[in-house]
């Protein structure tokens, strides 16, 4: 597993899971290991030098199951030394006060425990109230934001360019 990349995704309806194939379509499938943790668990997670994450955010700011089932994992795990880089899904228009709240809070989550975290995104294009996913300045979240639901339209050419923008954060390009 030394010099892969670890794409660990929790997804209820499929939609995260759809989103991580398309990374790892874009990545490419010989440089990344898909993980989907309801069936795999976070056990591997210390494996991989590299880290991309995956987490939709449920109701009203809260995590999805998956990663809330394991999220004392991560509080042992010691990710020093490590590079990750989140994504996230949410409803801009129905949850515009939580919108990708469950990426804000595993990015911290995972920053606590010693990852140096990459691949942080713009805001321009987005439009919600609140969101525990924005930097300090509000100008960026602090990972990829995909809105399937209102667009979707859009998720193929932000993957594209996300995907790349993290290979070459990673040295991997």
């Given amino acids: 597993m030394q010099g ?3 794409l660990f995704y929790g ?3 499929g939609n995260t899971e759809s ?12 440089k990344i290991h898909r993980i989907d943790i309801a069936a795999d668990g976070l056990d591997s ?7 991309i994450l995956g987490i939709p955010t449920w109701d009203f700011g809260e995590l999805q199951e998956d990663w809330a089932d ?8 010691d990710l020093s030394g490590k590079t990750c880089a989140v994504f996230g899904l949410g409803d801009q228009i129905g949850y515009s006060e939580w919108f990708l709240d469950a990426m804000g809070l595993l990015h911290d989550h995972m920053q606590a425990q010693g990852a140096v975290m990459v691949g942080y995104w713009p805001v321009e294009g987005y439009d ?3 969101s525990k996913a924005v930097t300090d300045d509000g100008t960026q979240f602090v990972g990829l934001a995909i809105d399937e639901d209102c667009q979707h339209g859009e998720t193929n050419e932000r993957v594209k360019q996300w995907s790349q923008q993290v290979l070459a954060e990673f040295g991997r390009d």
């Fill in 4 to 6: 892969s990349i670890g």
């Fill in 19 to 30: 989103v991580a194939e398309l990374i790892a379509e874009n990545i490419g499938f010989d």
């Fill in 45 to 51: 997670i210390s494996d991989y030098q590299h880290l």
């Fill in 128 to 130: 919600f109230e609140a």
């Fill in 11 to 13: 997804s209820t309806t």
């Fill in 70 to 77: 394991l999220w004392d994992v991560i509080a042992a795990a």
